[in-house]
């Protein structure tokens, strides 16, 4: 019951976030996908090197354990694309919808009963997929600093630097 | 990028996440996700019509039809945002966003039937890669997961391919 109240508090403050950097807006998606205005990409990056900083400190201290997802090279590279897609047609992620929603936007509805329909659709191909795609290319939970040999304190601060170039390109730009 | 009134800068809002995030794994041990919720959903569904059946499908023996962690959490992201909106006097019910509008015009159906076939090839997607833009994007990324990255770029080539053909180059609406 207690995890069941902390997932709830966490997503309703990520949910007050979203909206106040206007991150959950299909206009804010299609903008970065049009390359013409980087809102959710400033609000995404800026969510993973703090996240980067933080949870690479606690882990170093023994406090968390990573929880680190398959590189299935296969499974990644085309679900991704097939997501892609899906995502420039609907202008919601899973996420996003449920934040859009909440600020009024009732076509981000439409998306999600889309989304069940989609995940049903998966659930009826995974046999199949599994047997397949899902296992072309399949490395493990590899993470960076384990692939290049190095350090994840090498790693994060060449993360940071690059991000804080990346934002300052976006302002000069105007992006 | 100018901003709209009362919008936070997206830096602040995005770091903020990021300590909310790392506090939740502090706490829970759980990182972000989402897609997960629609496939567990989608079983719960599908349970009242063929409970039978569903049982017995692999796909939902491994994501059994429950409320967990991330479920809450999805269930959190749409209240945090309608009190966010609330609050600040920005709630609006529109069924068509304005870049589309501009572009397609302002037809409810036209929009919501685009937008439940855009979401049935996204979680389909999602599913296939293994999670979304929060869970691969967000959680895989930041723990340095070379999955996180490749579906991250994926995810954004399908994108700007698919809203190139929408709405052609450049910055014209």
Known sequence: ??????????????????????????????????LIDMTIIKFMFSAILVGMVGVYLLKDLGMVKLDVKSTVLGANILGGLIF??????????????AGALGE?????????????????????AYPALKATVMTWGDFGKITLPEVLGLNHWIIIPLFVIGGLLLFRWFEKKGL | MK???????????????????????????????????FARTAGAIE???????????????????????????????????LIASITSGDFRLKAVPDMW???????????????????????????????????????????????????????????????RMLYGGGRRP
């Open chain 1, 1 to 34: 019951m207690k995890i069941l109240i902390f997932g709830l508090i966490t997503g309703m403050l990520f949910g007050f976030f979203l909206q106040k950097g206007r991150a959950a807006r299909y206009d804010k998606q299609l903008g970065a996908m049009r």
């Open chain 1, 84 to 97: 892609g897609i899906g995502w420039g047609v609907v202008g919601y992620c899973p996420g996003t919808a």
């Open chain 1, 104 to 124: 009024g936007r009732l076509d981000a509805l439409w998306g999600m009963l889309g989304m069940l329909v989609g995940a049903a659709l998966f659930a009826e």
């Open chain 2, 3 to 37: 901003r709209d009134e009362g919008s936070w800068s997206p830096y602040l809002a995005g770091a903020l996440s990021g300590l909310v995030l790392v506090l939740s794994v502090f706490a829970t041990n759980k990182f972000f996700g989402s897609s997960t919720t």
């Open chain 2, 47 to 81: 349970k009242l019509f063929a409970p039978e059946r569903t049982a017995e499908m692999a796909y939902f023996v491994k994501y059994v039809p429950k409320v967990d962690w991330q479920m809450m959490f999805v269930i959190g992201i749409f209240l945090g945002a």
């Open chain 2, 101 to 163: 509008e501009r572009r397609f015009g302002s037809n409810t159906l036209n929009r919501g039937i685009i937008a439940f076939c855009g979401g049935i090839i996204v979680m389909f997607g999602a599913r296939l890669a293994g999670g979304c833009p929060t869970g691969h994007g967000l959680s895989g990324s930041l723990q340095l997961a070379v999955s996180g990255y490749i579906a991250l770029i994926s995810f954004f080539i399908g994108g700007i391919v698919i809203a």
